[in-house]
């Protein structure tokens, strides 16, 4: 449906040219404010109370605001709840100037934090519009067509690529879509009604907690991502979302079957397989934020499996690792084939899988869990008969961390290098090699046993015969110097050159990849590239939402 033009902004633009030039950008943040109901809302840095000078003013610190920032600074529910908090605070800030606002996270009352620094705008949008209705979008697209203001959209802030910031821009917040529904008999718009899925549809801004306890009390499941303020709809579906259960129901892509979405042609679209087709697999793994703001997402969900679960942990010597993750790696074909999803690190599991018996799980694990036991360590395979019951015992407590300045990078592991000694040894001997630079975080978490239709979404292919998104992380402080940063960058980058030198046509994942990954198109999409690069332009055609990077004051380094 085609949004129209908006009044207060059309009569700006019709303004004398001298008048326009002269307070554009003023007049225009007053006009949309109107026309988005006063919804637009001016941001500045969340640890502001604690500091003494913004922008090189002098400001008077607040110290009972700046108690709430401290004590909320590491809490994922605090900062998801406002919209100039990031779960990473790095991309509040411009790295490569050190312009920040931030706190010493490891201690957040530590007074260095405002001693040493001013506090700054940094990467942080200095407006936003709390999005309510697909009118809100438009009015967004109107104005960063008249001034050149880019346009940033942001739901949750859990994004380890730095999207849903940018230094100078418009953000659209989307946190405070939060209906959302299910359906025995949901049916596609303008499909048949022989096309009918068992269906949940959520709003922009729920995260996957909310989803899962509605999910719950409705007796079904959902299939989603593994901390309780990703966003259902967001960066998550459209990259890809994987899953502990995807292995076996798919990924988030995978099990999409609707959009409604504002594309910046001005048009209020709903995507699916019967219209707009096009823009429905693109979305199916193009990336968030590219093609438009999407307004809710409708997905299919599950009957409640009744799931074996393993959690294992021993403390990690310099002795122990290396057996712990030869046992892992030998494993992992076998384990894939019986359907384990889950979190692997040098010293613990955490499992799931919907197709073995609690005799069988144990069967399959004998060799992991006697080995744990051996160091000292603890197992409990078990079967829970929820995948809340799962979450809320195991994920809620033990998710990231937040408020960090973590660096991501990883690379899916073909199945092909598991079915071989030498591919297995080449694996083996990289985790080891890593281990003195970062842990391994192995997400096993591929569609490996979906049966997948060939085609049908845009991520890149090689998703569908891997067993490992294998990632990890690189960090820097708050305090850290420039270089500093450029070598923790630096460091990702060559650990990620080890892994992509043994599955060299292979690829990664988008939300979780280098934020210099090269030759990303290959890395992120593959063969699906030149075709989503031409949807793009056929729904952008002006370049409205341009998010390489999203613009940002990011260090470089010697092989960006």
């Known amino acids: 449906m085609a949004l129209g033009h908006f009044t207060f902004l059309s009569a700006f633009l019709a ?24 919804r637009l809302s001016e941001a500045k840095p969340v640890a502001l109370p604690c500091f003494h000078y913004y922008e090189g003013q002098a400001v008077q610190r607040n110290d009972g605001e700046c108690a709430q920032v401290e004590a909320g600074y590491t809490s994922p529910t605090y900062r998801v709840s406002r919209f100039n908090d990031y779960m990473m605070s790095h991309w509040e800030t411009c790295q490569s100037t050190s312009e920040q606002c931030v706190l010493d996270s490891s201690n957040p009352s530590n007074p260095q934090a405002w001693q040493e620094f001013n506090c700054s705008q940094g990467s942080i949008a200095p407006h936003y519009i709390d999005v309510r209705y697909p009118t809100d979008v438009l009015a ?25 910031s940018q230094k100078g821009a418009l953000a659209l917040w989307t946190h405070n879509l939060q209906s959302i529904s299910w359906s025995k008999t949901f049916v596609p718009q303008g499909c048949p009604k022989s096309k009918q899925y068992a269906a949940m549809t959520t709003g922009a801004g729920v995260g996957w907690q909310t989803a899962y306890e509605y ?10 991502g593994y901390h309780q303020t990703v966003g259902v709809s967001g960066g998550w579906v459209m990259g890809g979302g994987h ?8 990924l988030g892509v995978d099990r999409v079957v609707q959009f409604k979405i504002v594309t910046p042609d001005g048009i209020y679209r709903t995507a699916n397989e019967c219209q707009n087709t096009d823009l429905f697999w693109a979305l199916r793994g193009g990336g968030g934020g590219t093609f438009g703001v999407v307004m809710e997402t409708t997905s299919i969900v599950e009957p409640h499996p009744l799931f074996s679960s393993a959690s294992m942990k021993f403390t990690a010597t310099a002795n122990n690792t290396q057996g712990w993750l030869s046992i892992v790696v030998n494993s992992t074909y076998k384990w894939g084939t019986e359907g384990w999803g889950g979190h692997i690190g040098p010293s613990n599991l955490i499992n799931v ?7 069988e799980a144990k069967d399959s694990l004998k060799e992991a869990s006697d080995y744990v036991t051996s160091q000292g360590g603890t197992v409990v395979i078990e079967t829970l008969p929820s995948w809340w019951a799962f979450f809320s015992k195991y994920v809620i407590s033990a998710q990231s961390a937040v408020g960090q300045d973590y660096l991501l990078g990883s690379r899916l592991m073909p ?19 890593m281990l003195p630079v970062a842990n391994p975080y192995i997400v096993v978490g591929t569609p490996f046993l979906y049966n997948e239709t060939a085609g049908a979404t845009s991520v890149n292919p090689v998703w569908y015969d891997s067993l490992w998104h294998l990632s990890f992380h690189t960090a820097f402080e708050f305090d850290s110097t420039l270089e500093e940063k450029k070598a923790a960058y630096q460091a990702g980058n060559d650990i990620v050159k080890t892994f992509r030198a043994i599955a060299p046509d292979s690829g990664a994942y988008m939300n979780e990849g280098l934020v210099y990954e090269p030759d990303y198109q290959q890395s992120y999409w593959g063969s699906n590239y030149d075709r989503l690069l031409s949807i793009k332009k056929k729904y952008d055609p002006f370049g409205i939402l341009d998010c390489w990077q999203c613009g940002k004051c990011i260090v470089t380094y010697a092989e960006a």
């Open 215 to 224: 999910a719950d009390a409705n007796n079904f499941t959902v299939i989603g």
């Open 243 to 250: 899953s502990i259960l995807t292995p076996v129901y798919g």
């Open 415 to 433: 199945s092909a290098l598991f079915q071989s000694d030498d591919g297995k040894q080449k694996i083996l001997d990289a985790l080891v090699d």
């Open 353 to 359: 899988t919907p197709l073995l018996t609690l005799d």
């Open 15 to 38: 303004l004398s040219t001298a008048c326009v030039r002269a307070n554009l950008v003023s007049d225009l943040l007053w006009g949309l404010n109107v026309t988005v109901g006063g």
């Open 140 to 164: 967004a697209y109107t104005f960063s067509a008249a001034t050149g203001t880019p346009l940033v959209i942001k739901n949750t802030g859990h994004d380890y690529k730095g999207r849903s």
